[in-house]
């Protein structure tokens, strides 16, 4: 893990997004680079008169203001933490810019939606849009808490599905180096025949074989819901990570019916690293 970057804004959980992501970078050796998107001034699209030019005018000050403010902060947090970084701050659209910048590197951190913070309104799916856009991993990290460390206990949430192994492959940097990585099985008796005799066996053999002592474990909760089941079992744990596959059903589906990564994008506890 060579390469990580990390979304900022002006919105308030920014900086503790871009310490988790200054403390990464410190433990793998990483260049940093943080990623500031400046969004076309907005017209609303059912008004019927023109926009005055200073109106515009003043849309697009406010932004080259905010992109200055996150840029100095974002450069003394670097700087005092002496690791390898850069900033950009590109003129588009944040789902767009993050998805395509995110295909550039080997991580990248998002944060959590937040409909309380205005400064995040216009970014409330972001996260949703680059899990799929990335072609890697997505960490998401919470509105709510702090993090003094990500991937030292980890919780791997495995289904046997193409999601979840892509999400270990693609986990590997960070489990190599955790001190404990619990497996976990929801409701296995669900799809016993993708599993194998003892479900979570096998994943965790492939996984001491790649260097990581992991730990099975099942969970049934035929009664509660599988994000539930999760974030509680994450609790138990103290896990400080959450590694699952994103979207296992088509997106438009969960959105429609609800899914696992749609609840756990809405109500993590802890940092959550996506792959698709």
């Keep these: 893990m060579k390469?990580?970057?990390?979304?900022?804004?002006?919105?308030?959980?920014?900086?503790?997004?871009?310490?988790?992501?200054?403390?990464?970078?410190?433990?793998?050796?990483?260049?940093?680079?943080?990623?500031?998107?400046?969004a076309p001034p907005f017209v609303p699209m059912m008004t019927h008169a023109p926009i005055p030019p200073e109106i515009i005018e003043e849309q697009v000050r406010f932004g080259r203001d905010q992109a200055a403010i996150v840029e100095a902060a974002f450069r003394?947090?670097?700087?005092?933490?002496?690791?390898?970084?850069?900033?950009?701050?590109?003129?588009g659209y944040p789902t767009e810019v993050v998805g395509q910048s995110a295909r550039y590197a080997d991580l990248t951190i998002l944060g959590q939606a937040d409909p309380d913070d205005d400064a995040s309104r216009a970014t409330?799916?972001?996260?949703?849009?680059?899990?799929?856009?990335?072609?890697?991993p997505v960490l998401v990290v919470p509105r709510v808490g702090t993090f003094a460390s990500i991937g030292e206990r980890v919780l791997v949430a495995w289904n046997a599905s193409r999601e979840a192994k892509r999400a270990i492959d693609d986990a590997l940097p960070l489990l190599v180096?955790?001190?404990?990585?619990?497996?976990?099985?929801?409701?296995?008796?669900?799809?016993?025949?993708?599993?194998?005799?003892?479900?979570?066996?096998?994943?965790?053999?492939y996984l001491a074989r790649h260097?990581?002592?992991a730990?099975?474990?099942?969970?049934?909760?035929?009664?509660?819901?599988?994000?539930d089941?999760?974030?509680?079992?994450?609790?138990?744990?103290?896990?400080?990570?959450?590694?699952?596959?994103a979207y296992g059903y088509p997106r438009l589906v969960e959105i429609v019916l609800g899914?696992?990564?749609?609840?756990?994008?809405?109500?993590?506890t802890v940092p959550v690293l996506f792959s698709h």
């Design 259 to 268: 899914g696992v990564t749609r609840a756990i994008l809405g109500h993590m």
């Design 215 to 227: 730990e099975a474990a099942q969970v049934h909760g035929e009664d509660v819901a599988v994000a």
């Design 177 to 205: 180096a955790a001190r404990a990585v619990t497996v976990l099985v929801v409701r296995p008796q669900r799809s016993a025949s993708r599993h194998g005799d003892v479900p979570g066996a096998d994943i965790s053999l």
């Design 76 to 91: 003394t947090a670097t700087e005092t933490a002496g690791i390898a970084a850069e900033w950009r701050a590109v003129e």
């Design 229 to 245: 089941l999760l974030l509680s079992r994450a609790a138990d744990l103290a896990a400080d990570l959450i590694v699952m596959g």
């Design 124 to 136: 409330l799916d972001l996260p949703d849009r680059v899990v799929f856009a990335a072609g890697g």
């Design 211 to 213: 260097g990581v002592r």
């Design 3 to 38: 390469d990580i970057l990390v979304h900022v804004d002006a919105s308030r959980r920014a900086p503790a997004r871009v310490e988790a992501a200054i403390r990464l970078a410190q433990r793998y050796g990483a260049h940093l680079t943080g990623l500031h998107v400046i």
